[in-house]
């Protein structure tokens, strides 16, 4: 069975974890019919949160300014890297919005690098390879702290350090230096729950060598300062990505609602 995401006014994703996958649970492939790119599909056993908000919600669903955003650069670029690919919605729309393209996707926990597995298998593409791997500082061995509330699949998964109700589990790590250290890198998006910072320091040579374009997820509590020094040096400039519309504000100014993600874009 087949769900087709409709156009509807957005439903907050709150109400939809909360409410509506309880009232009217929904198990089987959803059929994201986005504007970004071809449509594709997305296994669902009730537990994905970005699947769920798109089936409810349509092109108004999970991050639309951001996408938006990714989908174009994604057209333009030959190397992708999706740090923090989760379920690969984001892997998804880059590979299909550009089949010329080579995504990277990596996710280090086992159950949802499953997921991840599914949907690219089921969707046909050929332009995903897959790491069941973390990226950090350095490559090696860690333990990841994570959390699977309320039958979800974890969004929170971090190296961070661990909480009380979270599972600890064994994964690789990599580092974007090592595994892009012959290849050009033109796109990356990290999603990594506070541990950016790794990230960057073991992206030190790939940045400087091809200045990616970065979208980043920055957290609330995650210092900005931090982050935008580790690109002002190699001339990037950097803006908020705001989810309603899509438009840049510049990242010194006022968080925008609802707005998580950051835009490094090297200048010309």
């Known amino acids: 069975m087949l769900a087709h995401a409709p156009s509807v006014r957005p439903v907050p994703a709150s109400d939809i974890i909360r409410v509506h996958r309880k009232k009217f649970p929904y198990r089987g492939f959803a059929e994201i019919d986005s504007p970004y790119c071809p449509p594709f599909v997305m296994f669902c056993v009730n537990d994905d949160a970005a699947a769920l908000d798109?089936?409810?919600?349509?092109?108004?669903?999970?991050?639309?300014?951001?996408?938006?955003?990714?989908?174009?650069?994604?057209?333009?670029?030959?190397?992708?890297?999706d740090v923090g690919a989760h379920v690969g919605y984001f892997s998804m729309i880059a590979a299909l919005a550009n089949p010329q393209a080579k995504i990277h996707s990596f996710e280090p926990v086992d159950q949802i690098h499953a997921r991840l597995s599914v949907n690219v298998?089921?969707?046909?593409?050929?332009?995903?390879?897959?790491?069941?791997?973390?990226?950090?500082?350095?490559?090696?061995?860690?333990?990841?702290?994570?959390?699977?509330s309320g039958n979800l699949l974890s969004t929170g998964s971090t190296?961070?350090?661990?909480?009380?109700?979270?599972?600890?589990?064994?994964?690789?790590?990599?580092?974007?230096?090592?595994?892009?250290?012959?290849?050009?890198?033109?796109?990356?998006?990290v999603d990594v729950e506070g541990h950016e910072?790794?990230?960057?320091?073991?992206?030190?040579?790939?940045?400087?060598?091809?200045?990616?374009?970065?979208?980043?997820?920055?957290?609330?509590?995650?210092?900005?300062?931090?982050?935008?020094?580790?690109?002002?040096?190699?001339?990037?400039?950097?803006?908020?990505?705001?989810?309603?519309?899509g438009t840049l504000v510049p990242w010194h100014q006022p968080r925008p609602p609802r707005t998580r993600n950051l835009l490094f874009t090297p200048q010309a």
């Open 54 to 81: 798109t089936l409810w919600n349509g092109k108004f669903g999970y991050e639309p300014g951001t996408l938006s955003t990714w989908a174009r650069l994604a057209a333009k670029s030959a190397t992708i890297a």
């Open 121 to 148: 298998r089921s969707n046909g593409v050929q332009n995903v390879k897959l790491y069941q791997a973390g990226v950090s500082s350095k490559p090696g061995w860690a333990e990841i702290s994570v959390r699977f």
């Open 159 to 189: 190296l961070e350090g661990a909480a009380t109700d979270a599972e600890p589990k064994r994964i690789r790590l990599h580092t974007l230096d090592e595994v892009f250290a012959d290849t050009k890198l033109d796109l990356v998006k």
């Open 197 to 245: 910072m790794s990230v960057l320091r073991g992206a030190r040579r790939v940045l400087k060598r091809d200045r990616p374009t970065v979208i980043m997820e920055a957290l609330v509590k995650v210092p900005l300062d931090g982050l935008v020094a580790k690109f002002e040096p190699l001339g990037y400039d950097c803006h908020w990505i705001t989810e309603h519309d």
